[in-house]
């Protein structure tokens, strides 16, 4: 069975290869006609703009992938069944699930590397294109990621307001500090000009108090020296302003717990973390799908006309559900796990369920 198995494999990969190498380069014509005019009217040199898209194909491959796994099973088993093969070898007694088996195996190893190009590679990558865009390109400083308006942050029995974060000097502008009691209460507020970070502390500078559970509660007080004992930190601002897509699982997961311990919700980042493993699963999903999809018809007749054309069928339905189920999540609607992992279960059942009905 070992050559069986190599020569399935071979054609498996040798498609995957096709199909990818196909859809990447869709992909990257699109975003070349979309962004190279811009380049250009920014005076971006040839090596900068290569650069860019150099780092850009980790994102291209992960996001054509999936859908490349799914063609590329379908086409594999239509080009078998077109040749008689998969009749030749089930006439040697070589079960469905035999002949499934090394495609399955792939698949799963095609989710892995997925995964660790999804943790790994591509926040580096899209950290990289940012970089040559905002400052080779556009001839820019350093791409300002902390920089955000208007900033909550609730920690023990503090809600701070910030108007304005700057991440040069680690400033935080325009601060409101409420203490609240355990039903909620106000029971002090403090007004500054800045704070800065320092040693894991935020040091008030221009800071006046007015504690409102004194008789003169209402009067200002100046406070010459005054920390908070905040659990945010400067990392946890930067993350505000990053494209979380791009973000590792292990940062998602970090920037959702803090969120939740200054009492807010965090859907939408929860929801993103766990999409972020369920996607590259969704390429052994395809294979599983796939697979009894394109042996339900085992004659000459199936082939690459059929594997194209159930391919895309299946790819824009997946993405229909996965997208409307997300949509629940991020909102709180669904629980995140549930709306992440959703679409892989149901075409995971609808893939069992195809295989038992596949005629033996």
Known sequence: MGILDRYIGRTWLRLLMLCLSGFVSIYLVIDLIEKIPRFLRYGG??????????????????????????????????MLSRDSEIIAM??????????????????????????FNSEFVLPHSYARTEMIDRVKIKKKGERITFKRNNIWFRSNDMIMQARLF?????????IVVWGIDAEMNPVSRID?????YNDGRWLLNGATKRDFQTPAGYAPQRLESETLDLNLKVSDLQVLDVDADNMSIRTLKEYADNLMRGGYQAYRYLTLMHTKIATPFAAV???????????????????????IGASIG????YFVVNAVLLSYGRSGVMPPVIAAWGANVLFMMSGIWLAMSVKK
């Open 314 to 317: 299946i790819g824009f339905a």
């Open 285 to 307: 999903i395809m294979v599983l799908l796939g697979i009894p999809f394109a042996l339900r018809n085992t004659t000459r007749s199936g082939g690459i006309a059929m594997g």
């Open 166 to 174: 700057e991440p040069k000097t680690k400033t935080l502008s325009g």
């Open 45 to 78: 040199e040839a090596g900068d703009i290569a650069q860019y898209f150099v780092w850009k194909l980790p994102e291209m491959i992960s996001r054509t992938a999936t859908f490349s796994i799914l063609m590329a099973t379908l086409l594999t088993l239509g």
């Open 192 to 196: 500054a000009t800045s704070a800065t």
């Open 90 to 115: 089930r006439s040697c007694g070589v079960s469905l699930l035999r002949i499934s088996l090394p495609m399955l195996f792939l698949g799963l190893v095609a989710s892995l590397l997925l995964l």
